[in-house]
C-alpha cells in the first residue's frame, strides 16, 4: 500500500512539473506582443521624437497590459510546483 | 491556500516558504495572523513617516535648502502625472497616487535590505488592487449617478452585460497578480540563481539584483499607479 501511495505521488509530481513547464509557453504571447510594442514605439518616436515622453509612457502601459497573460502563466507554474493544489486532492482520494 | 511562496536555499536544498507567520491567532481570534508582510510594511511606513517628515520641515516660501527643493520635485511630478493622464478634474487623486507609488516602490526595494518583498504576498497586492475597485464603482457612481452607473454596464448593447460585469472584476485581479507575479520571480529567479551557483555567486547576481530588485520595483510601482488612474479616470459616465 505504502509503495501504491509513493508511486501515486510520484506521478501526480511530475506531471505537475510537466504542467508548470508547459504553462510557461505562454512566455511567447508577451515576448511576442511587448516586441511589436517597443518596434512601434521607436518608429514612432523615430517620426515624432517631441512626442518621446508621451509615446514612452503609452509604451510601458501597453507593455505591462501585454504581460498580464504572460503573469498568469507564471501564477500557475508556481502554484503547481511549489502549492500544488492536486497532491491535496490525491490525499483525498488516498484517504477514502 | 497558502498566500505567498518564497524561495530561499539551504544547505544544497531549495525549500519553499510563505510569509513567516510571527504570531498565530492574534487576540485569540483563530485564522487572525499576525505575518511578515505586515510587519515589513510597518517598517515602511515608518520609513515613510520619517522621510516626509524629514523633507516637510522648515519649509520657506522660497525654498532654501536643497531638502525642500526635492520635495518640491518629488510633489510636481505627481502632479504633473495625474494631470496629464487623468485630466485636471482629477486634482483630488494626486495625494492618494502619490501615497501609493511611494509605499509600493518602498516595499518592492525592501528586498534591498534582505526583508521579504511585501508585494511578493498576494494578499498585500489583491488589498491595494480592491482599493482601485472601490475607487472606481466610487467614480462611477458618483459621475454617473444610479441611472448612469446602472447604464455603464449594458453599453454599448445590452447583450455585453456579462462581459462588461467580468471586465470589472478582471481589471484588479490582472492589477494584483501583475504586481505580484513581477515582485515573486524576481525573489524565484534570484534565490535560484544562488542556488545554481553555489559558491561562486559574485557578479551574476549582483546584476539580477540591479534589473529585479530595482529597476523592476520602480518599475512595477509606476505601472500600478498608471494603471490605476487610467482604471479610474476612464470610469467616467459623464464623458
Request: charged share 15%.
Given at each position: 500500500m505504502d509503495e501504491m501511495k509513493i508511486l501515486a505521488e510520484g506521478i501526480v509530481l511530475g506531471a505537475s512539473a510537466l504542467g508548470a513547464g508547459t504553462a510557461m509557453i505562454a512566455g511567447l504571447g508577451p515576448g511576442i506582443g511587448e516586441g511589436f510594442c517597443g518596434g512601434k514605439?521607436?518608429?514612432?518616436?523615430?517620426?515624432?521624437?517631441?512626442?518621446s515622453g508621451a509615446i514612452t509612457?503609452?509604451?510601458?502601459?501597453?507593455?505591462?497590459l501585454a504581460e498580464t497573460t504572460g503573469l498568469y502563466a507564471l501564477v500557475i507554474a508556481l502554484l503547481l510546483l511549489y502549492a500544488n493544489p492536486l497532491l491535496g486532492k490525491l490525499g483525498e482520494y488516498l484517504a477514502r | 491556500m497558502p498566500t505567498a511562496l518564497m524561495l530561499a536555499s539551504e544547505g544544497g536544498g531549495i525549500t519553499v516558504n510563505g510569509p513567516l507567520v510571527v504570531v498565530d491567532n492574534l487576540f485569540g481570534i483563530p485564522g487572525l495572523k499576525l505575518t511578515e508582510s505586515i510587519?515589513?510594511?510597518?517598517?515602511?511606513?515608518?520609513?515613510?513617516?520619517?522621510?516626509?517628515?524629514?523633507?516637510?520641515?522648515?519649509?520657506?516660501?522660497?525654498?532654501?535648502?536643497?531638502?525642500?527643493?526635492?520635495?518640491?520635485?518629488?510633489?510636481?511630478f505627481f502632479v504633473d502625472t495625474v494631470d496629464t493622464t487623468m485630466g485636471k478634474k482629477y486634482h483630488r487623486y494626486r495625494c492618494y497616487i502619490m501615497a501609493l507609488f511611494c509605499f509600493i516602490m518602498?516595499?518592492?526595494?525592501?528586498?534591498?535590505?534582505?526583508?521579504?518583498?511585501?508585494?511578493?504576498?498576494?494578499?498585500?497586492?489583491?488589498?491595494?488592487a480592491i482599493i482601485t475597485f472601490c475607487l472606481v464603482q466610487f467614480n462611477r457612481g458618483k459621475t454617473g449617478k444610479f441611472k448612469g452607473?446602472?447604464?455603464?454596464?449594458?453599453?454599448?448593447?445590452?447583450?455585453?452585460?456579462?462581459?462588461?460585469?467580468?471586465?470589472?472584476?478582471?481589471?484588479?485581479?490582472?492589477?494584483a497578480l501583475?504586481?505580484?507575479?513581477?515582485?515573486?520571480?524576481?525573489?524565484?529567479?534570484?534565490?535560484?540563481?544562488?542556488?545554481?551557483?553555489?559558491?561562486?555567486?559574485?557578479?551574476?547576481?549582483?546584476?539580477?539584483?540591479?534589473y529585479f530588485d530595482i529597476f523592476s520595483a520602480v518599475m512595477q510601482a509606476y505601472i500600478f499607479i498608471m494603471l490605476s488612474m487610467s482604471y479610474i479616470s476612464s470610469a467616467d459616465c459623464e464623458e
Open positions: 514605439a521607436v518608429e514612432a518616436i523615430g517620426r515624432q521624437p517631441e512626442a509612457r503609452t509604451m510601458i502601459i501597453g507593455d505591462a | 510587519i515589513v510594511q510597518w517598517i515602511v511606513i515608518a520609513i515613510l513617516l520619517v522621510v516626509v517628515l524629514i523633507l516637510t520641515r522648515n519649509m520657506k516660501v522660497v525654498p532654501e535648502t536643497k531638502r525642500q527643493v526635492a520635495a518640491e520635485w518629488i510633489v510636481s518602498i516595499q518592492n526595494l525592501m528586498g534591498l535590505l534582505g526583508l521579504r518583498n511585501p508585494t511578493a504576498d498576494v494578499s498585500v497586492t489583491g488589498t491595494l452607473y446602472m447604464k455603464s454596464f449594458v453599453e454599448p448593447l445590452p447583450f455585453m452585460l456579462p462581459f462588461n460585469i467580468i471586465g470589472e472584476f478582471a481589471n484588479p485581479l490582472a492589477l501583475r504586481l505580484f507575479g513581477n515582485m515573486i520571480a524576481g525573489t524565484v529567479i534570484n534565490a535560484l540563481i544562488y542556488f545554481a551557483l553555489g559558491k561562486l555567486a559574485i557578479l551574476i547576481p549582483a546584476i539580477a539584483s540591479l
